[in-house]
Structure formats: C-alpha cells, structure tokens
C-alpha cells in the first residue's frame, strides 16, 4: 500500500492519549506499508461475490480498514482468539467509523461462527497444531458460499530458506511478546491442498513473497456455482 494509505489507516491506532502507547499504530503503518499481503488478498477480493467476508484469526482488523479504504463496506466479521486484540481492532475500528464491520474473541480452532460469504485466513495456521489446522480448513470452506471465495496466506513447509527465517521470526514475534501463541506445526502444500480439494474448493496457489524473506504463499479457493 502507499505510504499515506498506511499513515492515514494507522491513526485509528494513535492511543487516546498522547502520552499512550503507541506500539499499535507503528505496526500497522509499518505492516500496512511494507507487507505484500494487502495488495494481494484486495487483488484475490476484487473479482470475488459482493458477499460478507469472515476474518479468521483477524488480529488488529487491518484488512478491514484496507477494505474500506479501496470501498468495499461489505459486511466484515474478524474474530481472533487474542481478547486484546479484539478489544483493540473494535476501538480502532469505531474511531474510523467502519461501517458494517465487527469483532469476535473466539478460538477458531474450537468452533466458527455461522458464516456463508468469503473467507480469509491470513498467517493463522501455524500457530495450530496439524489436526486442528486440517479441521479449521475444512470449516472454513464449508463457509465458503457458491460462487465465492477463500483467501489464505500461510507460510509452507519445504525445507527452503525461506521457510527458516520465516520460522525463526515466528519464534522471535512470541518470544517479544507480540504474538501471545507460539507456532505450532508448519503445514506443506499436500496437507493444505487435500481438505479445500475435498471440500469442493478449486485452488490457485502463487507466491507472496514481496520484499521479504518469508515463504509466504497465496491461496485462492473457489467454491464453484451449483450446476
Ligand atoms: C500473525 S497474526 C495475523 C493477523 C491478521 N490475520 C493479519 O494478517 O494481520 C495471527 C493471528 O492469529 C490469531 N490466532 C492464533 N490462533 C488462533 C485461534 N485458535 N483462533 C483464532 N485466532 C487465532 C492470533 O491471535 C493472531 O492475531
């Protein structure tokens, strides 16, 4: 994103407060601004169904606000098992005025609300273990409505060098503290693909690495119209 599309997000993140914290605001206009993951999920959005989206594992909302940002108000629903950050990304998002988007703490793992849309599910599943990460794909396909779409971007596993420094940057965002759960399994490409193919989703995969060190992968799941 620009870098005053970024500034301009991040001030829903400024604390009330001069003298308050500001770590917020500097991740999101750092992130907004540096991370290829926004231009390529509005990329993978554009073109899918007018439909409300679910945000699995939405953190501080920042897709929301990017979202609206490049006009669409469709129905937003993140949730995110971090109760802070829930309670953050509803202050930031009422400060911007977002229309028609809320905000759910809840472990996806364990269930998902009812949903019939999109779905996104950006940078989530290593921080579950394998067999929850295979149930919440299936889950979140089941909500993929026909004709819709299921955005993911998760790192893969592969040996590679980028897989190492994505892994070993995981490590460090929990060990400062800005990630409360630690990674849990790295899944590779099979283990993704199988439950959407199963689910009836058609998948597109391309990397997303930008100017980053990371295995960052994008991955399109299109649920097609009944015949
Ligand atoms: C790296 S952050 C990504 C946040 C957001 N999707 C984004 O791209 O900016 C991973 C998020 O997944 C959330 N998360 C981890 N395990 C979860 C679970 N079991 N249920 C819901 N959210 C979870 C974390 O709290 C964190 O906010």
């Known amino acids: 994103m620009g870098r005053e599309q970024a500034r301009r997000i991040a001030t829903a993140f400024l604390p009330a407060q001069w003298f308050g914290n500001r770590r917020d605001y500097y991740y999101s206009r750092g992130k907004l601004g540096s991370d290829p993951l926004y231009p390529g999920v509005l990329g993978a959005l554009n073109d899918a169904p007018a439909v409300p989206l679910l945000d699995i594992g939405c953190g501080l909302g920042l897709l929301a606000h990017v979202l609206r940002e490049h006009g669409n108000a469709l129905p937003y629903h993140g949730l995110d098992i971090d109760a802070g950050k829930v309670a953050r990304a509803e202050q930031a998002s009422a400060r911007a005025a977002l229309p028609q988007a809320r905000f759910t703490c809840m472990d996806a ?20 273990p394998a067999p929850a990460q295979a149930q919440l794909l299936h889950d979140a396909a089941a909500r993929v409505a026909p004709g819709a779409r299921l955005v993911i971007r998760t790192t893969l596993a592969d040996h590679s060098g980028r897989d190492h420094a994505t892994r070993i940057t995981d490590m460090l965002a929990h060990l400062v503290g800005w990630m409360g759960t630690r990674p849990r ?21 391309t990397p997303l690495y930008g100017n980053t060190p990371f295995n960052n992968w994008l991955i399109v799941g299109d649920r097609p119209l009944a015949a």
């Open 185 to 205: 399994h790295y899944l590779d490409a099979e283990s993704l693909h199988t439950p959407l193919e199963t689910a009836g989703l058609h998948l597109r995969m």
């Open 109 to 128: 793992s364990a269930a998902l609300p009812a949903h019939l849309g999109n779905v996104a599910l950006l940078d989530v599943l290593q921080y579950l």
